[in-house]
Each structure stands twice: as C-alpha cells, then as structure tokens.
C-alpha cells in the first residue's frame, strides 16, 4: 500500500518480494506510478493529494474499504468452500 507509488521502502520490499518467487498486489493512489508497474495487481483509488510541507496527509480512507472487500470476499469464499466440503446426510 502506497499513496505515492514511489516510496523507496516499499518498491525495495516489492523488488525483494519478487525475487524470491513472490506476487505483489499494489494498492495506490498512483496507477502509473513505479509500484503499479511493478505489480502484478493494481488496485488504484483516487483521492486528492494532501501535502503539509513535505508530509502526505492524503486520506486512507478509500484502501480500508478495499482492504474491508478484500476480507469479505476471501471469508465469502472460504465459507462457501466449507458449505461444499461438507457431507451431505
């Protein structure tokens, strides 16, 4: 996850991870920034950029929710898989 894209921390973690037989999912607020490049999926949002001097006070609001449907989907799944392996009497 990523505002800018650009964070050297984060593209030197997505770099590792894929070195080493890793996928990386980004989320960020830059869909042409490095990180969407290097990823293997991009889930983008758009929210205006709010600096103060040099601090990214831009809202994360929008990656909770993401990150909120991602969790709802993956149980989704998991219980539907659960409700098949079930026996039936």
Not at 34 to 43: E, F, G, Q, S, W
Not at 57 to 74: D, F, H, N, R, S
Request: aromatic letters at 6%; charged letters at 15%; glycine letters at 4%.
């Amino acid at each position: 996850m990523s505002v800018s894209g650009e964070t050297e921390q984060t593209l030197d973690q997505a770099q590792f991870y894929q070195q080493n037989g890793g996928q990386v999912i980004a989320i960020t607020n830059q869909g042409n920034s490095t990180l969407a490049h290097m990823a293997d999926l991009v889930i983008p949002y758009y929210m205006p950029e709010r600096m103060l001097d040099d601090i990214n006070l831009t809202t994360q609001i929008p990656v909770v929710y993401i990150l909120e449907c991602l969790a709802y989907q993956v149980q989704s799944v998991k219980a539907a898989a659960n409700q098949d392996a079930t026996p039936k009497a």
